[in-house]
């Protein structure tokens, strides 16, 4: 098992965890993130191209945090949904969900900065 020293006293590490394709994560997203029927649009996954102007394209580092290491109002992803984003929230979803889109869904846990200590990040 790969591991990741955390913020804490040097004895503390943060195991990296497997994520099955069941597993639920949380995932902060926009209204226009949705479609009509409530499924989550590709477009949660894109980004703006590089070079700008060609449109969106899959953004290989889509942020996640694993549902089953943080809650909602605990999530990095969803404190920035409340920071004053009225039309954002957090969603859930499974990791199938990005994995049918090619992208990989790793868990990277954040431990650097501790202000900015992430152990539900992938």
Same mark, same amino acid.
């Given at each position: 098992m790969t591991e990741c020293r955390s913020d +804490? $006293?040097?004895?503390?590490? !943060?195991?990296?965890?497997?994520? #099955?394709?069941?597993?639920? *994560?949380? /995932? /902060? =997203? #926009?209204?226009? %993130? @949705? /479609?009509?029927? +409530?499924? !989550?649009?590709?477009?949660?996954?894109?980004?703006n191209s590089t070079p700008p102007k060609k449109g969106k394209e899959p953004d290989p580092e889509v942020s996640v945090d694993l549902a089953r290491l943080t809650t909602p109002p605990n999530s990095a992803v969803g404190s920035l949904a409340a920071a004053g984003r009225p039309n954002? +929230?957090? #969603?859930? =979803?499974?990791?199938? @969900?990005? /994995? +049918? =889109?090619? =992208?990989? !869904?790793? %868990? #990277?846990? !954040?431990?650097?900065? $501790?202000? *900015?200590r992430n152990v539900a990040q992938a």
């Open positions: +804490g $006293p040097p004895t503390e590490e !943060v195991p990296i965890e497997e994520i #099955a394709d069941e597993d639920w *994560l949380y /995932r /902060r =997203l #926009a209204l226009n %993130h @949705f /479609r009509s029927d +409530g499924t !989550v649009n590709r477009t949660a996954f894109m980004r954002q +929230g957090i #969603a859930t =979803l499974q990791a199938n @969900f990005p /994995r +049918g =889109l090619d =992208l990989e !869904v790793v %868990h #990277a846990p !954040v431990m650097e900065p $501790p202000n *900015l």
